[in-house]
């Protein structure tokens, strides 16, 4: 195939986005070439989006079979049904993705499952890894309704954890608490968190008053991750606290250079797993046709739904 179709920036188009014909991709060595049939939308993917240039092709996660192995030998040979990410350019129909980025999955595992796991679930995962052993341990969970947060809440809870989410309004507090929270902050302001802790750990995708109050909430030696920053990037630190409570550390957990410094093959290979045995929830709120990706689109930077967006592209 010479052309493909691919979701592009355009600014003409609803929402920014469109499906145009594009060239196909050429794996290289170690790239198998993937057809695909799911995608999911991440928010930091879909702002940049908005912001960038008319012909950029955004994309991170998807899922689909692979129709070309890798030259190399190495990864999933054809036929195998894999997920998998990029740095770009993922929502098309064929791409190519190094093999150390893919992994196969469980027959039981569907595609519109298995496209939520690579950014929102590998985050949650990293996020955790910094809090260390977590059997016991007080874990404050912010942005607990988004895809990232619900993939946290679960696999803080399999980690033995004390969880604590938090919630913008009373309809979504059970959904928190589904998700592995044994106790819910509702509202905007999250100081009632402290009636909880204080926390070895907490993961912090608002950003602004909501991570300045988490701060505030760390006990000796421990980590606060943020990943985000959904209401404000601008922060007040009081760094008294800091240093009189006594080793903590803020941990800035950017998707890049995390997931670039090992492969991220094996543990998606295992969260894929924890999906098959029905021990992780794929929160999957919007399923619709690519062709809807501009409403999809919007919809998610207007916080229309909580949860993971995935596209099928053969609807």
């Not at 179709?5 to 993937?34: F, W």
């Not at 298995?114 to 950014?119: D, G």
């Not at 909880?196 to 000796?220: C, F, N, Q, R, W």
Request: one cysteine or more; charged letters at 20%; aromatic letters at 6%.
């Amino acid at each position: 195939m010479s052309s493909i179709r691919a979701i592009v920036v355009d600014p003409d188009a609803r929402g920014r986005l469109a499906i145009k014909e594009v060239e196909a991709p050429q794996a290289g060595p170690s790239e198998a070439l993937v057809q695909v049939e799911a995608i999911s939308l991440n928010r930091g993917e879909v702002l940049h989006a908005m912001q960038t240039e008319a012909g950029w092709r955004p994309g991170w996660d998807l899922a689909g079979t692979v129709i070309k192995q890798a030259a190399s030998g190495t990864g999933p040979k054809v036929g195998s049904r894999v997920v998998g990410s990029v740095g770009a350019g993922a929502w098309a129909e064929q791409v190519a993705v190094p093999t150390n980025r893919l992994a196969e999955l469980p027959a039981s595992v569907i595609f519109a499952q298995a496209a939520t796991l690579p950014t929102a679930g590998l985050t949650a995962l990293r996020a955790l890894e910094k809090g260390g052993f977590l059997l016991n341990r007080r874990v404050l969970i912010t942005g607990s309704t988004g895809g990232v947060g619900l993939f946290a809440h679960q696999l803080a809870r399999r980690s033995g954890a004390y969880v604590v989410g938090t919630a913008r309004h009373e309809r979504l507090e059970a959904l928190v608490r589904e998700a592995g929270a044994d106790e819910v902050i509702v509202g905007e302001d999250i100081s009632e968190a402290g009636a909880y802790g204080p926390y070895h750990l907490i993961i912090d995708s608002v950003g602004g008053k909501t991570l300045e109050s988490a701060l505030s909430l760390l006990a000796i030696g421990a980590t606060c991750v943020t990943l985000g920053w959904s209401a404000s990037p601008e922060v007040t630190v009081d760094v008294s606290n800091f240093i009189l409570t006594g080793r903590t550390t803020l941990y800035g957990l950017n998707m890049y250079t995390e997931f670039d410094s090992r492969a991220r093959s094996e543990d998606l290979a295992w969260l894929a797993q924890l999906v098959a045995r029905q021990q992780l929830r794929t929160p999957i709120e919007v399923e619709a046709s690519w062709h809807d990706i501009g409403d999809v689109a919007q919809r998610l930077l207007q916080r229309q739904f909580t949860g993971k967006a995935v596209l099928h592209l053969s609807r």
